[in-house]
Protein backbone atom coordinates (compact mmCIF):
# COMPACT_ATOMS: atom_id res chain seq x y z
CA UNK A 1 0.00 0.00 0.00
CA UNK A 2 1.49 3.14 -1.06
CA UNK A 3 0.82 5.04 2.13
CA UNK A 4 -1.87 5.14 5.03
CA UNK A 5 -3.19 7.85 7.45
CA UNK A 6 -3.86 7.17 11.16
CA UNK A 7 -6.15 9.04 13.01
CA UNK A 8 -8.85 8.31 15.64
CA UNK A 9 -12.28 9.99 17.15
CA UNK A 10 -14.47 9.96 19.97
CA UNK A 11 -17.94 8.24 19.95
CA UNK A 12 -19.26 8.56 23.70
CA UNK A 13 -16.79 7.18 26.35
CA UNK A 14 -14.78 4.98 23.48
CA UNK A 15 -11.88 6.25 21.06
CA UNK A 16 -12.27 4.71 17.91
CA UNK A 17 -9.60 4.19 15.19
CA UNK A 18 -9.77 3.99 11.52
CA UNK A 19 -6.58 3.62 8.78
CA UNK A 20 -7.60 5.73 5.29
CA UNK A 21 -5.90 5.94 2.06
CA UNK A 22 -6.75 9.42 1.80
CA UNK A 23 -7.05 12.05 -1.30
CA UNK A 24 -9.69 13.93 -2.59
CA UNK A 25 -11.76 11.11 -4.14
CA UNK A 26 -14.64 9.20 -3.74
CA UNK A 27 -14.83 7.19 -0.19
CA UNK A 28 -15.30 3.67 1.05
CA UNK A 29 -15.84 2.69 4.48
CA UNK A 30 -14.87 -1.17 5.33
CA UNK A 31 -16.04 -2.47 8.31
CA UNK A 32 -14.64 -5.91 9.60
CA UNK A 33 -15.83 -8.74 11.19
CA UNK A 34 -16.38 -9.89 14.56
CA UNK A 35 -12.55 -10.42 16.49
CA UNK A 36 -10.71 -8.94 13.34
CA UNK A 37 -9.48 -5.45 12.74
CA UNK A 38 -9.58 -3.13 9.75
CA UNK A 39 -6.12 -4.07 8.48
CA UNK A 40 -7.67 -7.80 7.64
CA UNK A 41 -9.28 -6.51 4.88
CA UNK A 42 -5.60 -7.11 3.10
CA UNK A 43 -5.69 -6.95 -0.53
CA UNK A 44 -9.20 -4.89 -1.16
CA UNK A 45 -7.95 -1.47 0.10
CA UNK A 46 -4.21 -1.81 -2.13
CA UNK A 47 -7.03 -2.62 -4.96
CA UNK A 48 -9.17 0.14 -4.23
CA UNK A 49 -6.90 3.00 -3.11
CA UNK A 50 -5.56 4.09 -6.81
CA UNK A 51 -9.25 5.73 -7.54
CA UNK A 52 -11.39 5.93 -4.08
CA UNK A 53 -10.30 7.23 -0.50
CA UNK A 54 -10.54 3.63 1.33
CA UNK A 55 -11.21 4.24 5.66
CA UNK A 56 -10.74 1.08 7.35
CA UNK A 57 -12.35 1.29 10.19
CA UNK A 58 -11.27 -1.15 14.20
CA UNK A 59 -14.77 -1.64 15.49
CA UNK A 60 -15.25 -0.79 19.17
CA UNK A 61 -13.29 -3.29 21.38
CA UNK A 62 -11.28 -5.21 18.07
CA UNK A 63 -7.99 -3.32 17.10
CA UNK A 64 -7.13 -0.51 18.44
CA UNK A 65 -10.53 0.76 19.21
CA UNK A 66 -11.38 0.63 22.90
CA UNK A 67 -14.58 -0.98 24.20
CA UNK A 68 -16.19 1.86 25.99
CA UNK A 69 -18.74 1.42 29.38
CA UNK A 70 -21.74 1.01 27.49
CA UNK A 71 -24.03 -2.02 26.73
CA UNK A 72 -22.63 -2.83 22.74
CA UNK A 73 -24.84 -3.54 20.14
CA UNK A 74 -24.98 -3.52 16.36
CA UNK A 75 -27.38 -0.51 16.74
CA UNK A 76 -24.64 1.05 18.91
CA UNK A 77 -21.72 0.48 16.58
CA UNK A 78 -23.97 1.89 13.56
CA UNK A 79 -24.10 5.06 15.03
CA UNK A 80 -20.10 4.49 15.29
CA UNK A 81 -20.25 4.77 12.10
CA UNK A 82 -22.41 8.10 11.71
CA UNK A 83 -20.01 9.57 13.85
CA UNK A 84 -16.84 8.51 12.04
CA UNK A 85 -18.63 9.60 8.62
CA UNK A 86 -19.35 13.11 10.44
CA UNK A 87 -16.10 13.38 11.39
CA UNK A 88 -14.71 12.91 8.35
CA UNK A 89 -17.22 15.35 6.75
CA UNK A 90 -17.62 12.69 3.94
CA UNK A 91 -20.23 12.95 1.36
CA UNK A 92 -22.10 9.67 -0.02
CA UNK A 93 -19.86 7.17 1.40
CA UNK A 94 -19.91 3.63 0.41
CA UNK A 95 -20.43 1.54 3.16
CA UNK A 96 -19.01 -2.15 2.20
CA UNK A 97 -19.18 -4.86 5.67
CA UNK A 98 -18.46 -8.55 6.04
CA UNK A 99 -20.53 -10.44 8.70
CA UNK A 100 -21.19 -8.02 11.80
CA UNK A 101 -19.55 -5.18 9.73
CA UNK A 102 -22.55 -6.01 6.96
CA UNK A 103 -25.19 -5.85 9.56
CA UNK A 104 -23.80 -2.40 11.14
CA UNK A 105 -23.11 -1.10 7.58
CA UNK A 106 -26.85 -1.87 6.66
CA UNK A 107 -27.86 -0.28 9.90
CA UNK A 108 -25.62 2.86 9.82
CA UNK A 109 -27.06 3.37 5.81
CA UNK A 110 -30.91 3.10 7.24
CA UNK A 111 -30.18 5.71 9.63
CA UNK A 112 -28.60 8.15 6.97
CA UNK A 113 -30.34 7.26 3.69
CA UNK A 114 -29.62 10.67 1.86
CA UNK A 115 -26.01 10.36 2.94
CA UNK A 116 -24.82 6.34 1.78
CA UNK A 117 -24.32 6.02 -1.97
CA UNK A 118 -24.27 2.36 -1.56
CA UNK A 119 -23.84 -0.83 0.37
CA UNK A 120 -22.23 -3.82 -0.21
CA UNK A 121 -22.82 -6.73 2.47
CA UNK A 122 -20.78 -9.80 2.65
CA UNK A 123 -22.74 -12.68 4.37
CA UNK A 124 -24.47 -10.70 7.49
CA UNK A 125 -25.45 -12.83 9.95
CA UNK A 126 -29.34 -12.53 9.06
CA UNK A 127 -31.02 -15.62 9.80
CA UNK A 128 -34.94 -16.45 9.49
CA UNK A 129 -36.50 -16.81 13.00
CA UNK A 130 -33.94 -17.71 15.17
CA UNK A 131 -34.88 -19.63 17.85
CA UNK A 132 -35.54 -17.96 20.75
CA UNK A 133 -32.37 -18.29 23.47
CA UNK A 134 -33.58 -18.07 27.06
CA UNK A 135 -30.97 -16.51 30.07
CA UNK A 136 -29.44 -20.15 30.57
CA UNK A 137 -29.04 -20.73 26.65
CA UNK A 138 -27.05 -17.26 26.35
CA UNK A 139 -25.25 -17.77 28.99
CA UNK A 140 -23.87 -20.91 27.96
CA UNK A 141 -23.15 -19.68 24.55
CA UNK A 142 -21.15 -16.71 26.02
CA UNK A 143 -18.99 -18.95 28.25
CA UNK A 144 -18.63 -21.16 25.09
CA UNK A 145 -17.60 -18.60 23.02
CA UNK A 146 -15.39 -16.67 25.75
CA UNK A 147 -13.26 -19.60 26.08
CA UNK A 148 -12.84 -20.23 22.15
CA UNK A 149 -11.64 -16.56 21.72
CA UNK A 150 -9.11 -16.92 24.83
CA UNK A 151 -7.46 -20.15 23.58
CA UNK A 152 -6.97 -18.33 20.16
CA UNK A 153 -5.40 -15.14 22.30
CA UNK A 154 -3.26 -17.27 24.60
CA UNK A 155 -1.74 -18.74 21.46
CA UNK A 156 1.67 -17.22 20.08
CA UNK A 157 1.52 -15.29 16.86
CA UNK A 158 3.07 -17.90 15.17
CA UNK A 159 1.57 -20.53 16.62
CA UNK A 160 -2.14 -19.06 15.55
CA UNK A 161 -0.69 -18.47 12.26
CA UNK A 162 -0.18 -21.95 11.99
CA UNK A 163 -3.80 -22.91 13.11
CA UNK A 164 -5.17 -20.61 11.05
CA UNK A 165 -3.77 -21.95 8.09
CA UNK A 166 -4.38 -24.97 9.16
CA UNK A 167 -8.45 -23.96 9.44
CA UNK A 168 -8.55 -21.79 6.60
CA UNK A 169 -6.56 -23.24 3.21
CA UNK A 170 -8.51 -20.99 1.00
CA UNK A 171 -7.22 -18.27 2.18
CA UNK A 172 -4.46 -16.44 0.57
CA UNK A 173 -1.17 -16.81 2.75
CA UNK A 174 -0.80 -13.20 2.97
CA UNK A 175 -4.11 -12.89 5.17
CA UNK A 176 -2.82 -14.58 8.28
CA UNK A 177 -0.44 -12.07 9.80
CA UNK A 178 -3.33 -9.52 10.25
CA UNK A 179 -5.77 -12.33 11.06
CA UNK A 180 -3.46 -13.51 13.94
CA UNK A 181 -2.96 -9.93 15.29
CA UNK A 182 -6.50 -9.11 15.15
CA UNK A 183 -6.76 -11.96 17.55
CA UNK A 184 -4.74 -10.80 20.31
CA UNK A 185 -6.08 -7.40 20.05
CA UNK A 186 -9.78 -8.70 20.67
CA UNK A 187 -10.98 -6.80 23.88
CA UNK A 188 -12.63 -10.05 25.65
CA UNK A 189 -15.12 -6.95 27.47
CA UNK A 190 -16.72 -6.57 24.03
CA UNK A 191 -18.39 -9.70 24.47
CA UNK A 192 -18.83 -9.43 28.20
CA UNK A 193 -20.73 -5.89 27.16
CA UNK A 194 -22.01 -7.35 24.49
CA UNK A 195 -26.40 -7.40 23.58
CA UNK A 196 -27.59 -9.50 20.42
CA UNK A 197 -31.04 -7.49 20.77
CA UNK A 198 -30.77 -4.85 18.17
CA UNK A 199 -33.25 -3.97 15.88
CA UNK A 200 -34.85 -6.68 13.65
CA UNK A 201 -32.92 -6.78 10.43
CA UNK A 202 -36.19 -7.31 8.24
CA UNK A 203 -36.88 -4.23 9.81
CA UNK A 204 -33.35 -2.64 8.63
CA UNK A 205 -33.85 -3.87 5.22
CA UNK A 206 -37.09 -2.34 4.74
CA UNK A 207 -35.98 1.14 5.45
CA UNK A 208 -32.68 0.80 2.52
CA UNK A 209 -33.20 3.42 0.27
CA UNK A 210 -29.59 2.75 -1.79
CA UNK A 211 -28.51 0.47 -4.11
CA UNK A 212 -26.04 -2.69 -3.05
CA UNK A 213 -25.04 -5.31 -3.15
CA UNK A 214 -25.63 -8.59 -0.49
CA UNK A 215 -22.75 -11.19 -1.29
CA UNK A 216 -23.97 -15.02 -0.63
CA UNK A 217 -22.14 -18.41 -0.66
CA UNK A 218 -22.56 -21.98 0.28
CA UNK A 219 -24.17 -22.84 3.34
CA UNK A 220 -22.56 -25.94 3.44
CA UNK A 221 -19.33 -24.06 3.72
CA UNK A 222 -20.27 -22.05 6.69
CA UNK A 223 -22.10 -19.16 4.93
CA UNK A 224 -24.89 -18.01 6.81
CA UNK A 225 -27.42 -16.09 4.42
CA UNK A 226 -29.16 -18.76 2.87
CA UNK A 227 -31.30 -18.84 -0.40
CA UNK A 228 -34.34 -18.41 1.77
CA UNK A 229 -32.91 -15.18 3.67
CA UNK A 230 -31.72 -13.74 0.59
CA UNK A 231 -34.80 -13.51 -1.10
CA UNK A 232 -36.71 -11.70 1.62
CA UNK A 233 -33.78 -9.36 1.76
CA UNK A 234 -34.52 -8.41 -2.14
CA UNK A 235 -37.98 -8.39 -1.55
CA UNK A 236 -37.79 -5.50 0.57
CA UNK A 237 -34.63 -3.77 -0.68
CA UNK A 238 -35.47 -2.74 -3.97
CA UNK A 239 -32.32 -1.95 -5.54
CA UNK A 240 -30.28 -4.58 -4.14
CA UNK A 241 -29.20 -7.54 -6.28
CA UNK A 242 -28.07 -11.07 -4.62
CA UNK A 243 -24.53 -12.27 -5.58
CA UNK A 244 -23.65 -15.76 -4.99
CA UNK A 245 -19.95 -17.07 -4.89
CA UNK A 246 -20.05 -20.78 -5.59
CA UNK A 247 -17.12 -22.64 -3.58
CA UNK A 248 -16.79 -20.43 -0.65
CA UNK A 249 -18.24 -20.17 3.17
CA UNK A 250 -18.66 -17.25 5.30
CA UNK A 251 -15.70 -15.31 4.63
CA UNK A 252 -16.27 -15.15 1.03
CA UNK A 253 -13.83 -11.87 -0.17
CA UNK A 254 -10.86 -14.30 1.27
CA UNK A 255 -12.08 -17.97 0.43
CA UNK A 256 -12.54 -16.85 -3.28
CA UNK A 257 -11.36 -13.34 -3.90
CA UNK A 258 -10.81 -13.58 -7.39
CA UNK A 259 -15.11 -14.80 -7.79
CA UNK A 260 -15.52 -12.13 -5.34
CA UNK A 261 -13.24 -8.94 -6.40
CA UNK A 262 -14.29 -8.74 -10.31
CA UNK A 263 -18.04 -8.29 -8.56
CA UNK A 264 -17.08 -5.39 -6.45
CA UNK A 265 -15.12 -3.63 -9.00
CA UNK A 266 -18.16 -3.99 -11.68
CA UNK A 267 -20.45 -2.80 -9.46
CA UNK A 268 -18.66 0.50 -8.35
CA UNK A 269 -17.57 1.17 -11.55
CA UNK A 270 -21.54 1.24 -12.71
CA UNK A 271 -22.20 3.50 -9.81
CA UNK A 272 -19.92 6.27 -11.51
CA UNK A 273 -17.18 9.04 -9.97
CA UNK A 274 -19.13 11.49 -7.22
CA UNK A 275 -17.16 14.12 -5.29
CA UNK A 276 -16.11 13.20 -1.92
CA UNK A 277 -16.79 16.46 -0.38
Request: proline share 7%.
Amino acid sequence: MARLFYGSFQSDDARIHYYRTGDLKPPVILLHGFTDNGLCWNQIPLLLELEYDVILWDMRGHGASQTGSQTISTDLMAEDVLRLVEHLQLKQPVLMGHSMGADIAARAGARMPKNVRALILEDPPWFLDPSPMDAQQRAAEFKQRHASIQQLKALPIAALTAFGQQEYPLWDLSEFPQWAKSKHQFNLEFLERFDPDSEPWQQVVARLQCPGLLFTADNQRGALVTPQAAALVMKSWKKGKTVPIAGAGHSIHREQFMAFYPQLEAFLRKLGKWKPK
